[in-house]
Structure formats: structure tokens, C-alpha cells
């Protein structure tokens, strides 16, 4: 897990308050615990990282109304939501589903990058990467063309453990990730022609058309609830013939959920229908699972689509 963000009240006193109260959530004592975060947000109304703290104390204890209205607060105290406010109001089914806060993904990926890598292949047991390696070889083959490429884009570039596994087969990757310490991490890798800072959709949407012949987007969908911006773009900025081939997390239902790891995970006939609507071919369609949550592996797809 990521070092945990702590914004600071600007009130020595409070601040105090907060870090007894962490201590006491950390042993168990959640009650007291709130009591003394209830005392730090008197003192310093917004106080996001208390209220935000309060609201999974209240959730904990089974005190939803409690909770919605704590993480609200922490929300209205930090409008940029760092701390992913948000995201606990769409898991507890107070807000509908939307997209994940910029800031929020930002701060949450700014605070692994430095030990990102290691989390994810040692602990996590991380194989997007190769599974999309051998997707689009398979892919490649069926189709009797060869898997190189001249120009990729790698969204959610992360800190470039996908662009790795296709370093010997894209020519030159730009790659785009919304978080600063994970560009950072990438620009250190020198696996990237060019790094950006962005939105993928905006990122996307910054290149001209039909100017890459492949787009990868390993474990990055997980971020993203509704495909179809992010594939339309894609379709526009391939060139015929060209790929993109993504994971993404699944459940047997219907739609896009937010599991309970706060990752959305992509219904298999979602995947197939916004692959379809943004004018893409699939041509590799596979559930696999791209890596391990508490030891268990994650339901997953891995998906290779092409412009005709
Ligand atoms: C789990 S990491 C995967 C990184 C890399 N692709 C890999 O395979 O290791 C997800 C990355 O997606 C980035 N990300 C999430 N949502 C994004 C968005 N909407 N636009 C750009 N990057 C995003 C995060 O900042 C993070 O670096």
C-alpha cells in the first residue's frame, strides 16, 4: 500500500489530535479514535485529512450516514479530493459511479512511486505486462504481420513496466500518466522517446490523427469507468492496422463496478461493446488475471483490439 496522505490543519494542536487518533485507529480503538478527531475538526473545521480519517472510522463502525456526511466534509475541505473522497462515497453507494479524482489518482500514485515496482511484482505478483506481450504476438501471428512497431503510446505509463516488456518491438513510446513521481520514476527507465503529464484522454486527444501504430494500457483501465472516451481517442490516433491492447479488471455482472480494492472492474460484454462502439476490431479477447489482491489472483481480461 501507498504511504497514507496526511494534510496538515495548520493547527499544531490539531494536528496532534489527528496523530493520537491515528494511533488509536491503528490499535483498534476506533471510538476513541473519533473522539479525538471530532475534537481536532472543532479546532480546525477544514481539516480534510480528519474528516476524511473520521468518515472510514464512522464506515467502520457501521455508521454510513456518519460516514457519507464525514466524507463530504473531507471533500468541501479539499475540493482537489487527494484524498479520494469521493471514491468512498461511490463505494458505500452514496454518489453514483463517476471519474476517479485527477488529485486523487495523482496523490495516490505520487505517494507508491517510490516503491512501486517492488510492490507490484514481489508483492502482487504483477503480470499485465506479459500478458499483453504475448496478446498481441498471438495477435500479431494470427494475422501473419509482424509484432513491430514504429510509434506507441503507453497510457498510465506508470513508471514504465509495460513499456519494458515491448521495448524490443515499439520503435519509440511516448508515454502519458497522470501522476508526476510515476513520470518521474519513467523518464529514469529511458524507455520513453517522450514522457507527459495528462489525462490519457487528454492526452490522447493532443496527438494527431492516425500518428501511433500501437497503444498499450497496462493495469491503467482499472482507473477509468467509462471506456468508450479513452477508446475513441485511441481509434483516432491509430493508424490502419494499428493496435491497442489493454487489461483491465472484471466481474461476472453486468456494467462497470468499483471493487472493493477502489478499482473499477469492466463486465466482459462492456469491454466487447465499447471496443465495438469506438469502431474497433477485437482481436484478442482472454481472461487472465494480471495480478494478485491478498494472495488471491484478481479476475481479469486482456484485451488486443485493431483499426481496420
Ligand atoms: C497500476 S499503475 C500501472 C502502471 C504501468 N502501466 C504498469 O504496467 O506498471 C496505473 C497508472 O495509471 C495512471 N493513471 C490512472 N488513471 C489515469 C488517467 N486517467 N490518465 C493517465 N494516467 C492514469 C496512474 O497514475 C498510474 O501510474
Not at 471533500?75 to 453507494?93: E, F, I, K, N, T
Not at 514481489?122 to 513491430?148: E, H, I, Q, T
Not at 471493487?259 to 469502431?279: I, K, M, N, P, W
Request: charged content about 25%; aromatic content about 8%.
Amino acid at each position: 500500500m501507498p504511504a497514507r496522505l496526511f494534510l496538515s490543519s495548520g493547527d499544531l494542536i490539531a494536528d496532534r489530535r489527528y496523530d493520537f487518533a491515528r494511533d488509536l485507529q491503528l490499535r483498534g480503538d476506533l471510538p476513541a479514535a473519533a473522539d479525538l478527531l471530532q475534537q481536532a475538526i472543532e479546532l480546525a473545521p477544514d481539516f480534510a485529512s480528519a474528516w476524511f480519517t473520521l468518515g472510514e472510522i464512522r464506515r467502520e463502525l457501521g455508521e454510513r450516514d456518519a460516514a457519507v456526511e464525514a466524507f463530504r466534509e473531507a471533500r468541501r475541505a479539499d475540493p482537489g479530493d487527494r484524498h479520494g473522497a469521493s471514491v468512498r462515497l461511490m463505494q458505500l453507494g452514496a454518489e453514483p459511479l463517476s471519474a476517479m479524482p485527477a488529485g486523487y489518482v495523482q496523490s495516490l500514485f505520487d505517494q507508491y512511486a517510490p516503491r512501486f515496482d517492488n510492490a507490484l511484482l514481489n508483492d502482487l505478483r504483477y503480470r499485465g505486462p506479459s500478458l499483453l506481450f504475448k496478446a498481441v504476438l498471438a495477435a500479431r501471428n494470427a494475422a501473419r504481420k509482424p509484432a513491430f512497431f514504429k510509434r506507441g503510446i503507453d497510457l498510465g505509463c506508470g513508471t514504465g513496466l509495460g513499456a519494458a516488456a515491448f521495448a524490443g518491438n515499439v520503435d519509440s513510446f511516448i508515454g502519458i500518466d497522470l501522476s508526476p513521481g510515476m513520470i518521474e520514476k519513467a523518464r529514469a527507465s529511458n524507455l520513453y522517446a517522450g514522457l507527459e503529464v495528462a489525462d490519457m484522454v487528454v492526452g490522447l486527444a493532443s496527438k494527431p490523427d492516425a500518428s501511433a501504430d500501437f497503444v498499450l494500457a497496462a493495469d491503467a483501465m482499472v482507473y477509468v469507468d467509462d471506456l468508450a472516451p479513452v477508446l475513441c481517442e485511441a481509434h483516432r490516433v491509430l493508424s490502419p492496422g494499428g493496435l491497442i491492447a489493454f487489461t483491465t479488471e472484471t466481474h461476472p455482472g453486468e456494467g462497470v463496478i468499483l471493487g472493493a480494492g477502489l478499482r473499477y472492474a469492466h463486465a466482459q460484454s462492456y469491454v466487447r461493446t465499447s471496443v465495438a462502439a469506438a469502431r474497433l476490431r477485437l482481436v484478442h479477447f482472454e481472461e487472465a488475471s494480471p495480478r494478485d489482491e491478498s494472495n488471491v489472483p484478481v479476475p481479469g481480461l486482456v484485451v488486443v483490439a485493431g483499426k481496420s
